[in-house]
């Protein structure tokens, strides 16, 4: 197969139609998942905790009332989730050093060995905080969670991974070398993930190039991650510049993930993020996945799809098979 390098995805984002990326794209996933199968899961996410001292420009978590969600409510999350048909849990918060250790453990322990769900959980950015925090090498940290039933880590908190970037989004997050070596870790520990980039501030296509370009490197390591996310910034808070991100870069953007991920197999489109229309279309464009059903709030499932029998109607309505996958392929 043949490997695009940076400079030449930098000029076929600058310079090609989307209608150009997306047919080629799209012979590119039918030749890795031939022409009917489009995939999807069914998850439940669990915020633990909205408190957080890293504070992203981006993130509307410090709008809200602090909470850490007691164990007993996310077991009846989780079971509730279970009854519409989720058999994973992704779990996620903040940065929040008030919450011990064996909190995590002991919910984990028991979302998988006795209700028996994949648990995918923590982002780069909590891992290495919670490490730093309990005074234990990042390995040590990631057998333990692992062996009370982890599965897997998603790749979130990488937005866009340049050092200008990161100086507006999130100073005080992971560098792109720090983000870079959690992950290797994650993968090297046996917790494979998914790894995105989220577009619509004020980065440049030298810099969307750019970090593409990183999560290419160490997945030509480690082989960790299953999938990509190509996704773009939901108006959250008034301290963070977004812009509009028309419908052609969008597709645009999927269709240069699937071309340049040569070694990653699965692009997922975001139907909640970017809603029914679009996320047709970008099956057509090089993504295989519509991620999960969303079980979550009601505001966010009027966009996505908010049942098992929803997700296969779109699936078919869009021309293809659903297929039902695990949270880890
Ligand atoms: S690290 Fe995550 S939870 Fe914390 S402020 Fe940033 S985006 Fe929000």
Redesign the pocket.
């Known amino acids: 197969m043949e490997i695009l390098s940076a400079k030449d995805a930098l000029k076929l984002w600058k310079n090609a139609s989307w209608g150009e990326l997306a047919a080629e794209a799209h012979k590119r996933r039918v030749e890795i998942h031939g022409k009917k199968n489009v995939s999807y899961t069914v998850f439940r996410i669990i915020n633990y905790t909205n408190v ?1 001292k ?3 420009s981006f ?1 509307s ?1 410090k709008n809200t009332k602090p909470y850490t969600l007691p164990k007993k409510e996310i077991i009846s999350t989780a079971l509730a989730a279970k009854k519409q048909g989720a058999d994973a849990i992704f779990f996620q918060g ?2 929040n050093p008030a919450i011990p250790l064996d909190y995590y453990i002991e919910i984990i322990n028991t979302l998988s060995k006795k209700l028996k769900f994949k648990v995918r959980g923590f ?1 780069p ?1 909590e891992l290495f905080h919670i490490a730093k925090n309990n005074k234990m090498p990042l390995p040590e940290l990631l057998q333990k969670l692992k062996k009370a039933g982890l599965s897997s880590v998603p790749g979130a ?1 990488a937005e866009i991974m340049t050092s200008r970037m990161r100086k507006i989004l ?1 100073p005080n ?1 992971l560098s792109a070398k720090d983000w870079m070596s959690v992950m290797e870790e994650c993968h090297k520990a046996g917790l494979p993930g998914s790894a995105n980039v989220v577009i619509g501030s004020s980065e440049t296509p030298e810099e969307i190039i750019e970090h593409l370009n990183y999560v290419r490197e160490v997945q030509n390591k480690t082989e960790g991650f299953q999938s990509f996310i190509p996704w773009v910034f939901q108006p959250q808070t008034k301290n963070f510049p977004i812009r509009h991100v028309r419908s052609e870069e969008y597709i645009k953007l999927v269709a240069l993930c699937r071309l340049f991920f040569h070694n990653i197999p699965n692009i997922e489109v975001s139907v909640l993020g970017m809603g029914k229309v679009l996320g047709e279309l970008a099956l057509y464009a090089g993504a295989n996945d519509i991620s999960s059903v969303v079980l979550e709030e009601r505001v966010m499932r009027s966009q996505g799809v908010g049942s098992i029998e929803e997700a296969e109607e779109f699936i078919k309505n869009a021309g293809f098979k659903p297929v039902r996958r695990g949270v880890n392929y």
């Open positions: 957080c890293i504070a992203c993130c978590f903040g940065v982002s950015v908190g999130a997050k």
